[in-house]
């Protein structure tokens, strides 16, 4: 058996409750040179060690000290329940956690001298039975570089009444960078941990989400496919760039981080129709094969295999919205009505869609909460849409956005069970488009007037051509201007209009509070020098960014 490595990948917080916590990470890599047992023929095991729990620092004879699978077919990637899950093979209880409690732990992983070729012919009992008493790594784990195994992460408020004040961070698109602008795209997420200790308003940031192209698999989309991954390998070597990098690696090791797919993820503006193309089956499997296991594993897991996900954090709840893998253009000539962004209508009502299972959870939210803000994670904007695609533009030009406007029917089921249901603080959060802005959504007839909804983007974390995308006038900012008429017809007598501002295609992230006692959702805008961002449009005029926005009391 090798020594103790350090992790080769992570830790990441993932999902994070009050009793419980994901914690993943990806084996060190293998670099035996005597080459004893091939790599490939190599079983990899993690260990987590628990060191401090609160200002207690565990003495290494009682620290907890746990065994879980790191699983070959995955990218020798793992993810352990801490606070749920035993040891492998009930080799270590269950370590019970508390709420409102910091952790500090360390991961590691171990490589095994083992020929079998199939994981999956050992049960979890018989793998635990070749490896040592997992306390003779207690001490040991000390002797790893915190910054490479070691995660602080604190567990929720078990509250079921929303708190007082909540904050937490949005955004989207990470470009890679080129050669010497690499660096670059690793800038935003400084200032985004020194904000972790930040309080404003009453709180401090309890989770981030990213809700879309962490990582972009094509990388020249625009142009030629230079740069497109299509194989395994060029799959991991897209995550090994982004997740390693040192800003984001510390950022991801101090904070709950819960990421949605999109488009470059896979291919730019992908729909589920290009499966019948040459080649695309095979390079959607391989695409989610690698964001199941860098993404989706240290996500809730709350509808089995799907992809979309809710969870709650500190009493406010969130539905992350699968926009990719159920989206379909069936291609009906010179109609978008057969379009499904959620996909397809379900028959069976025991195997709901996405969008059934979402007015579900927004009905149940609404009786359940109240008036509590109901944050849903969309990778694509819900508003404003682009000027080429209002109220009365081609297909063509709908299909164009790669967004909501190409999917009247999905937007209008939605929307009509926000009004019909009088689902009250509806708040979307998105990125992609490259420029961030603020929308509130406004309804007349069927009684939604009193409604309060808001579409929250911030994008992007980095962006290096502002020439290509993100210009504050490619969108519409009033849809009842007879310039941009977009109104949007729920059903007949009942619309759905909005006025967006604050539009910035400066690299920025958001940070969302929400303050109960004001009943208000401020989002400030940050660049990546880490100071808010205070001009917008292509002038730089002196601007305030930070939307203080109006909710309904809750």
Known sequence: MSTLRPPGLGPIIGHTTDRSCRLWMQAAALDDPRKVVADEDRRTVGVLVVMQKGEHVIPAPVRPVFYFRLQREFDRTGTFILGFETGLGGTTPVFALEPDTTYRVRLASLALDDAEDNELRASDQELAATLPNPQVWAAQVERLPDVACEAVFRTCSPRSAAAPAFSFMLGSCRYPGLMWKIKESDRIFGPMFTELSTEKLGAKPSLVVMCGDQIYADTFHRAVPVGLADTHAEFTDRYQQAFGSFNMRRLLRHVPTYMCLDDHEIEDNWAQDRLHKPGKKILFNLAIGAYM??????????????????????????????????????????????????????????????????????????????????????????????????????????????????????????????????????????????????????????????????????????????????????????????????????????????????????????????????????????????????????????????????????
């Open 293 to 554: 296991s860098y993404q989706w594993s240290h996500s809730p897991r709350n509808y089995g295999k799907r992809l979309y996900y809710s969870f709650v954090s500190s009493g406010y709840p969130f539905f992350t919205l699968d926009c990719r893998t159920q989206r379909y253009m069936d291609d009906v000539p010179d109609n978008v009505d057969d379009n499904h962004m959620l996909g397809r209508p379900s028959l069976d009502p025991d195997e709901p869609s996405q969008l059934d299972v979402l007015c579900e959870w927004l009905r149940d939210q609404q009786a359940d909460r109240g008036n509590v803000p109901k944050f849903i994670v969309s990778s694509s904007v819900f508003a404003p849409n682009p000027v080429f695609a209002i109220h009365g533009a081609s297909v063509a030009h709908l299909e164009k956005t790669d967004a909501w406007p190409a999917f009247p029917q999905t937007r209008r089921a939605l929307l009509q069970t926000i009004v019909d249901s009088k689902i009250q603080n509806v708040v979307f959060l998105s990125g992609d488009v490259h420029s961030a802005s603020v929308a509130r959504l406004e309804f007349r007839g069927g009684g939604g007037e009193d409604l309060r909804a808001y579409s929250l983007v911030s994008s992007a974390f980095y962006w290096p051509f502002p020439f290509a995308d993100g210009d504050p006038a490619e969108f519409v900012h009033d849809s009842r201007d007879p310039r941009t008429p977009d109104t949007f017809e729920i059903r007949p007598g009942v619309t759905m209009d909005y006025r967006a501002w604050n539009f910035c295609n400066d690299d920025n992230f958001a940070r969302v509070t929400a303050d109960r006692a004001s009943h208000t959702l401020t989002m400030e805008l940050i660049g990546r020098d880490g100071n808010p961002i205070a001009t917008k449009g292509p002038y730089k005029k002196p601007a305030d960014m930070t939307s203080r926005l109006e909710l309904a009391p809750w």
